[in-house]
């Protein structure tokens, strides 16, 4: 969808107009948009980060866990979970824990229903993502997250799909 305003002309509107009709804009998007309503407590404190994140780890967590398996997860809308948490500029250790729980409940899907192709890409892909992310701001894995991305290698290598060398160089540096 193409916008009709350039960020700068959107800040000029914001500016020229009236404090009752932004305050007004904003109550209506905090009313309509969960999104926006979500992004503006984080902006006026009434919610933290962490619970966020907590959020964003039990949406992922419902996602590969339902009550009873109609259809297949779509891996497109649980990964916005970690998109949209990054519109809230965490920190890359929060980021970095929402994509392990990602690859984790993904991992133990795959473990108990198989899937198709694009689920093990995407583990591979976002496994990958998680050990670079980790390597980039220096933060180390502790033992049990250590553990749980090698059980999640062993589970991707069981199936054919094996990570680049040097995510697995990577991995034994960040141990």
Sequence with gaps: MRKNLTIKELRHAIRKSQHEDIEDLLVNLYKNNTDASRQIEIFFQARSLDAELMEAKKRIYKAFHPKNLVQVPNLTKIKSNISDFKKFKPSAYQITE??????????????????????????????????????????????????????????????????????????????
């Excluded at 929402?98 to 473990?111: G, K, R, S, V």
């Excluded at 192709?117 to 050990?131: G, I, M, P």
């Excluded at 670079?132 to 180390?140: E, F, G, L, P």
């Design 98 to 175: 929402l994509q392990l729980t990602y690859i984790t409940n993904l991992a133990e899907f795959l473990d108990s229903y198989d899937g198709p192709d694009s689920y093990y890409n995407s583990l591979l892909s976002v496994t990958s993502t998680l050990v670079y992310d980790r390597k980039r701001a220096n933060i180390a894995f502790d033992k049990q997250e250590i553990n749980s991305v090698n059980a999640i290698i062993n589970i991707l290598k069981d199936f054919g799909w094996y990570p680049d060398d040097r995510v697995l160089q990577e991995l034994d540096y960040l141990s």
